[in-house]
């Protein structure tokens, strides 16, 4: 021990020093993540219950709150930080050894000695590493937007039915209101003897039936409102206001324009076009791996009363186990193949989808129309001429409920033709990755 640190005490300051530089070389940890994680957090305000719902205010506390994209969103900040821990060298190794038996020199006694290595690997590797982890970290990112998007459908789906489920209970309403206005005519009716009790009757087994379908729906908005709140990562127990009446025109799409776009636009297929690149860097640094890696380094030994002398040094891997070398590129060959196969795949499914997808939304436009501009004001037209007719005692009143049921069927199916076409939209502007013009 005495001898140990006798020899210590004479280590030279060079040495000391490069001990000194080697350990400043560790890095201190970096908060960098931790600061973008709690930006992110802040973002996420509080939900704003106004007098009526906005699909933009959902969407964009959607974008902030939703734990599934709040997760990726993390991912691709981990997935990110790789791309510099792979650009740099590796760590320099630091050795020291120390004789038991000096070596005599004619300068004196070798007692130990330090050295010093950095390993280069060959040219073009670490580039092509931090391409890989690049690549890596944008398919990251592609998965984030597709999961936005995705999200985003979900959430519009859900807030066309909570509009269509209001326009469906003021529908109902409406012919509540209708029903007992004819109830009170009908029962003046009634006490005079023009009607039979039978009539009176069935006119009130209908008004029951139209409340009863009112209140199913009612009590069906907070399983609606509570599956939007939970799409969006709001944890309050609310019931959610009406949305805000929409007077978009919804205009009918061609397949063949939109059929261009989606190759350039679709989130999927760029995920994949990223996955095929990084790939391709993969089979580039297969091939490198046949050539070696170049380490060089330095000793510095400790004479004993003389002159410490250096020893500069170079040293290469030997990849010689080829049969596991040409494996690997082979593999990394065969990747990148059915990545292009996957993408071929995808395009052609995403096609399909495209191509229905605008079929059930034109068709939703084409009957909505029917409905809105022919079929409706035709059966308004025959509840009023029957109403009429029945004040005059020249229509029986099951012609006038029949009517009425007519009337209220067609009511509700332009706006379930409205619903579907609105959540076809959705789902196209998905499949688009854009908005559609």
């Not at 269509?164 to 206005?181: G, S, V, Y």
């Not at 082979?330 to 191509?355: C, F, H, P, W």
């Amino acid at each position: 021990m005495k001898l140990l640190l006798y020899s210590y005490k004479r280590v030279p300051i060079q040495i000391l020093i490069l001990f000194f530089l080697v350990y400043c070389y560790i890095p201190v940890f970096s908060e960098e993540v931790k600061v973008i994680a709690s930006e992110k957090q802040s973002k996420a305000a509080n939900f704003n219950h106004g007098a009526e719902l906005n699909l933009p205010d959902l969407l964009i506390y959607a974008q902030d709150n939703n734990p599934a994209l709040k997760s990726l969103y993390f991912k691709w900040l981990s997935a990110k930080e790789t791309i510099s821990q792979v650009s740099y060298l590796p760590d320099p190794r630091l050795s020291y050894s120390y004789f038991i038996e000096p070596i005599q020199t004619k300068t004196g006694p070798q007692e130990q000695k330090v050295g010093l290595s950095q390993t280069f690997p060959w040219f073009g590797k670490l580039s092509l590493k931090e391409k890989i982890a690049s690549s890596g970290a944008e398919s990251v990112y592609q998965d984030y937007i597709i999961m936005q998007f995705g999200i985003i459908e979900e959430i519009r789906s859900k807030f066309y039915e909570y509009s269509f489920l209001h326009d469906a209970i003021t529908i109902n309403q409406e012919h509540i209101d209708l029903l007992k206005m004819i109830e009170s005519t009908a029962t003046t009716k009634f006490t005079t003897g023009y009607i039979s009790q039978n009539d009176l009757l069935q006119i009130q087994i209908e008004l029951e039936r139209i409340e009863d379908q009112k209140q199913e729906l009612e009590n069906l908005r907070p399983a609606i409102s509570a599956n939007i709140l939970s799409d969006i990562g709001y944890n309050q127990a609310v019931i959610l206001p009406w949305p805000t009446t929409s007077h978009m025109e919804l205009q009918k799409l061609d397949f063949e324009q939109l059929k261009v776009s989606l190759p350039k636009e679709n989130p999927t297929l760029e995920k994949i076009s990223i996955l095929e690149e990084k790939e391709s860097y993969a089979v580039e640094l297969a091939q490198k791996n046949f050539m070696p890696d170049i380490t060089l380094g330095v000793d510095v030994i400790d004479v004993d009363g003389g002159q410490d002398p250096a020893v500069a040094m170079v040293s290469i891997n030997l990849p010689v186990w080829r049969n596991k070398l040409h494996a690997s590129k082979r593999e990394a060959v065969n990747r990148y193949e059915s990545i292009g196969q996957i993408m071929e795949d995808t395009e052609s499914k995403l096609s399909v989808k495209l191509e229905l997808a605008v079929y059930y939304y034109n068709d939703s436009i084409r009957k909505m129309n029917l409905y809105k501009n022919s079929i409706i004001p035709k059966a308004q037209q025959g509840v009023d001429i029957s109403f009429k007719s029945f004040e005059t005692g020249k229509t029986s009143f099951s012609d006038l409920l029949d009517a009425e049921r007519t009337l209220l069927e067609f009511q509700l199916s332009e706006k379930q033709q409205k619903t579907n076409a609105l959540k076809k939209l959705a789902e196209i502007e998905r499949l688009l990755g854009t908005q559609v013009k």
